[in-house]
């Protein structure tokens, strides 16, 4: 067996996505960039929010912000919306993202990620310089050219969304190697 190294609390969870969240309305937008985020079950989403985010206030006065997921090509401008606040900087300016608005509850997107979750706030938990916000997606955007339907169900060209991946522990960002094997079908082989 090999030895463990034991080294305290970390976030040494990997992966998790780099995740753009969109907040505002149809007036004024912002963009911010997470970590600290993952599915609660199928329709819901989690996302740990610093409690001096400025985008904190606006998600909590519209109730609603979207998750964006977003490419490898996008690396600077994500880097750059974890570094500057919405306060004192236009983040849409500086990187040339777009905030779109003509989603069912205006919420932005950003047109650029290929995937886009619009969510209703659900439930929000205070944590010690957190609040866990539970998102309920109401909708779910994807780049056209990339879903076809088969057999009318959405298939999803994985690898062309080629998602930014960070390791925390690290501070480094990554992208995703190749598929391994389909869910629920390899492990069958283990089955009596
Ligand atoms: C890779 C990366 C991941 C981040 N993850 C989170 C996160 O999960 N939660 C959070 O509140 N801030 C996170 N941040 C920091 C915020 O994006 C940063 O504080 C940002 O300036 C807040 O923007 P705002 O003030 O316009 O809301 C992250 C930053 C980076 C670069």
């Given at each position: 067996?090999?030895?463990?190294a034991?080294?305290?609390?970390?976030?040494?969870?990997?992966?998790i996505?780099?995740?753009?969240?969109?907040?505002?309305?149809?007036d004024?937008?912002?963009?911010?960039?997470?970590?600290?985020?993952?599915m609660?079950d199928?329709?819901?989403?989690?996302?740990?929010?610093?409690?001096?985010?400025?985008?904190?206030?606006?998600?909590?006065?519209?109730?609603?912000?979207?998750?964006?997921?977003?490419?490898?090509?996008?690396?600077?401008?994500?880097?750059?919306?974890?570094?500057?606040?919405g306060?004192s900087?236009?983040k849409?300016?500086?990187t040339?993202?777009?905030?779109?608005?003509d989603?069912?509850?205006?919420?932005?997107?950003?047109a650029?990620?290929?995937v886009?979750?619009?969510?209703?706030?659900?439930?929000?938990?205070?944590l010690?310089?957190?609040?866990l916000?539970?998102?309920?997606?109401?909708?779910?955007?994807?780049?056209?050219?990339?879903?076809?339907?088969?057999?009318?169900q959405?298939?999803?060209?994985?690898?062309?969304?080629?998602?930014?991946v960070?390791f925390?522990?690290?501070?480094?960002?990554?992208?995703?190697?190749?598929?391994?094997?389909?869910?629920?079908?390899?492990?069958?082989?283990?089955?009596?």
């Open positions: 067996m090999t030895a463990k034991q080294l305290g609390p970390t976030d040494l969870m990997f992966p996505p780099a995740a753009l969240i969109a907040c505002g309305d149809r004024y937008q912002n963009v911010l960039t997470v970590a600290w985020i993952g609660v199928s329709q819901t989403v989690g996302i740990g929010l610093l409690k001096n985010s400025y985008s904190l206030g606006i998600i909590r006065e519209k109730q609603a912000f979207s998750v964006n997921i977003p490419p490898t090509k996008l690396l600077e401008a994500v880097d750059y919306c974890g570094i500057a606040s306060r900087a236009d849409w300016a500086a040339g993202l777009t905030a779109r608005t989603t069912a509850s205006g919420v932005p997107i950003v650029e990620c290929p886009n979750l619009e969510c209703r706030l659900l439930r929000e938990i205070e010690e310089n957190l609040v916000l539970l998102g309920k997606i109401t909708e779910t955007y994807v780049d056209a050219d990339k879903v076809t339907l088969v057999g009318g959405p298939r999803i060209d994985t690898a062309s969304l080629d998602p930014i960070f925390a522990v690290a501070d480094e960002y990554w992208s995703l190697g190749r598929k391994l094997g389909d869910a629920f079908v390899v492990g069958r082989a283990l089955l009596p």
